[in-house]
Structure formats: C-alpha cells, structure tokens
C-alpha cells in the first residue's frame, strides 16, 4: 500500500512548528555502537557448530561446547559496546556493573582454545585461546572501569544523577519497545520526537546535577506514566484501531512535549542566571584588587 511521504522537505514537514520536532529527533538518532564488526565474531560459532556434526560424538560435545562459549562471548561483546557507547554520551555515569567485553573477550578465547583442542595439543589449544583473547581486547578495548564524575560535585548527587537518568532511559525505551509493536510509522516518530525532547532535560541534568531536585518529577513521575499511557493505549488499539484513543494519545503527548520543553528552557536559563551572579561576584572582587578587566 501506498505511505504519504515522510522527508525533511515534504509540505507537511516545512511548517515552523514542525522545525523542533525534527531538530530534537535528528539530535537523537545514534548509529548502533555495536556495528557490523561485532556481529562477525557469531559467524565463527556457526561455523564451528556446523563443522562439529561430522566429529563423532565426543568432537560433536566439544565443537558444540566451544560454539557456545563463542557466540555467548559475541553476544556479551556487542551488548557492551552499546552500553560503553551509552557511558561516553554520559557526563555523568556509573561504570557497568557487569564488563560485558572483558567476559565476551574470556569466553571468545575459551572456545577458540576448546575448538583448537580438536586438531592441536592443549598447549597450542591454550595458545590459540590467549591470541584470540588479546585479539578481541585490541579491537574492542575494555569496560569502563571507573565512574564518570563531574569536578565539584559530590559523589552523593553524582550517584543521584546516575540513579534518576537509568531509571528515566529505562521508561523511554520501555515506550519505544511499547509503540514499535503497532508498526506505525506516524505514531513512532511522535514518540522518538518525546523521547529526544526528554533526552534534552536528562543531558541538561547531567552537565549540571544541581537541577535535579527541578527535574526530577519530570523524569521520574512524568515518565512512569508516559510509559503506562504508552502500554495501554497499544493494548487498546492492537485491538481495534480507535480514532478517538489515538487522538486523545497525541494529546497526551503535545502535552507532554510542551512541559518538557517549557520545563528543559527554564534549566537552561536558571543555569545562565546562577553563571551571571558569579560573573558579577567575580568582577566585583577584582575591581576591589584594583583590576577592572575590559
């Protein structure tokens, strides 16, 4: 069936009020940190559970084992290259409770060491697995091993910040998950366009945690019941396709995008009111050391 087209330069996309909108969501595309060459580390566990069925038995047990121990390794890799993507776009982040790519790097290594096993003595077996270990650490790095803070700040409102913003992530991508199940291309844009809009308060957070006792009903409260606005107006109209829910939904959402707009620009302004007072304080203690900068 034929979709209206949807591009940056159709009719019902250069009106000035849909300028936000698809700035904010240009701002929150991301390319998948995980990439093609993560998912290249499954093609050697296919392969070695495929070469394994003409092993015998004791080979088949083994090959199978190693592919395993392969492809849960690949798995564990591309999830931590996402989550060590998601910890670099953080001013303030809590370093991953679990490193995915130094385990992935542990297991890739075993099951090359297990697979070598059948065709090189244990020696060589071990030594496949180290060279393969040091491998997949040169190319993917490791884990983020230290909390990301802000100078000035204390640990306390550090670790306030990072508690909020997974828990605000959490029901974003809870709501993405929720939509993406009707196959609506429309609905979906007006969500991702939310989402990048609340995205711009967390950042706004993150650079400078002082704000988060103004924001926090935002990103915590608001969002709890974005998500279970999201869930039940799906459930409803995976059922029966009612106009007057999907209305009464995109309302909810102007609303919501309206708040958080008016809500992120008072934070931003609060932040240069709180820059300005410094300035003036600063100045004025330099014109009593007889300075007077231009």
Not at 101 to 122: D, E, H, N, S, Y
Not at 148 to 161: A, M, P
């Amino acid at each position: 069936m034929a979709e209206r087209f949807g591009g940056a330069h159709s009719p019902a996309n250069s009106r000035p009020e849909a300028d936000p909108l698809r700035q904010a969501v240009a701002e929150d595309r991301r390319v998948d940190a995980a990439g093609a060459r993560s998912n290249l580390l499954f093609v050697p566990a296919v392969i070695e559970a495929v070469l394994s069925l003409w092993s015998g038995a004791a080979g088949l047990a083994l090959g199978l084992v190693a592919a395993a121990a392969m492809g849960l390794g690949a798995w564990l890799t591309r999830e931590g290259l996402r989550a060590h993507a998601a910890y670099d776009a953080r001013a303030v982040a809590r370093r991953p409770a679990f490193p995915r790519k130094i385990a992935g790097a542990v297991l890739i290594g075993g099951g090359i060491g297990l697979a070598a096993l059948a065709t090189t003595p244990a020696w060589g077996a071990v030594l496949y697995g180290l060279v393969a270990l040091a491998l997949h650490l040169g190319a993917f790095g490791l884990d983020p091993l230290h909390d990301k803070r802000l100078d000035g700040i204390d640990t306390f409102e550090q670790d306030r910040v990072a508690r909020v913003v997974d828990e605000a992530e959490e029901y974003l991508a809870a709501m993405r998950s929720q939509i993406a199940r009707l196959s609506d291309r429309a609905l979906e844009g007006r969500v991702a366009g939310f989402q990048a809009i609340a995205r711009r308060m967390i950042r706004s957070v993150q650079e400078d945690p002082r704000e988060l006792p103004e924001a926090k009903k935002y990103l915590i409260i608001y969002l709890m019941g974005a998500r279970d606005a999201t869930a039940r107006f799906v459930d409803l109209y995976a059922r029966r396709r009612d106009e007057d829910a999907r209305r009464d939904y995109e309302a909810l959402l102007d609303d919501l995008e309206a708040n958080f707009t008016e809500r992120s620009a008072r934070l931003l302004e609060g932040g240069r009111e709180a820059m300005d007072i410094e300035i003036k304080v600063l100045r004025d203690r330099l014109a009593r050391e007889g300075v007077r900068p231009e």
